[in-house]
């Protein structure tokens, strides 16, 4: 089945702007809604994104989300070390009919 | 207060079955889509299958086709995933999720299932 693709790992110093892309087709983001994911060790993952770039209420707007074609990204601005978790885009795939979950990317603060 | 709590994770055999159950609470399973999403030791998470909010429509990945099952029982307020022919690669820690591509998505903490001789 087709996945969506993410860098394994991304970094940066606290204060610093991370992007995090997320890439697929016209199946999945191409045509459907782009949500993010944060998972903090230990932690039940948490919404971070819904439908291409809606902030849940209580997520700091420091995270912010787009989507141009069959790509998206997920932005941290002013990174700081709480951020320091594994980030998943996800999408529903219309040929396969499935939820596609990114590969996930490592986010480290140094 | 929206809660999920998945139990009946444990070490089963290869080959072996197990029924995973999430009780759910602040909601009801009539009124979202539900999922199980799965993480492997060091590896990613993975969606695993759905169920929409009418209990009418089931969607699985690939790997568990004819193997696993997702099913409700609303007046329990509870969602299961019965696993057979279970295989060391289904080893891992399953997640509930309610409404994973809406806007109102919760997960739950998770339960373990090792698939192991």
């Known amino acids: 089945q087709s996945v969506l693709t993410q860098p394994p790992s991304a970094s940066g110093t606290p204060g610093q702007r991370v992007t995090i892309p997320c890439s697929g087709s016209t199946a999945n983001i191409g045509s459907k809604n782009v949500n993010w994911y944060q998972h903090l060790p230990g932690m039940a993952p948490k919404l971070l994104i819904h439908t291409n770039d809606q902030r849940p209420s209580g997520v700091p707007d420091r995270f912010s989300a787009s989507k141009s074609g069959t790509s998206a990204s997920l932005a941290i601005s002013g990174l700081q070390s709480e951020d320091e978790a594994d980030y998943y885009c996800g999408a529903w795939d219309n040929s396969l009919s499935v939820y596609l979950l990114g590969t996930g990317t490592k986010v480290t603060v140094l | 207060e929206v809660q999920l709590v998945e139990s009946g994770g444990e070490l089963v055999q290869p080959g072996g079955s197990l029924r995973l159950s999430c009780v759910v609470s602040?909601?009801?399973?009539?009124?979202?889509?539900m999922s199980w999403v799965r993480q492997a030791p060091g590896k990613g998470l993975e969606w695993v299958a759905n169920?929409?909010?009418?209990?009418?429509?089931?969607y699985y990945v690939d790997s568990v086709k004819g193997r696993f099952t997702i099913s409700r029982d609303i007046a329990k307020n509870s969602l299961f995933l019965q696993m057979n022919s279970l295989r060391g690669e289904d080893t891992a820690v399953y997640h509930c999720?309610?409404?994973?591509?809406?806007?109102?998505?919760?997960w739950g903490q998770g339960t373990l299932v090792t698939v192991s001789s």
């Open positions: 999720v309610k409404s994973i591509g809406g806007s109102g998505t919760s």
């Open positions: 602040g909601f009801s399973l009539t009124d979202h889509w």
């Open positions: 169920m929409n909010e009418h209990g009418s429509q089931t």
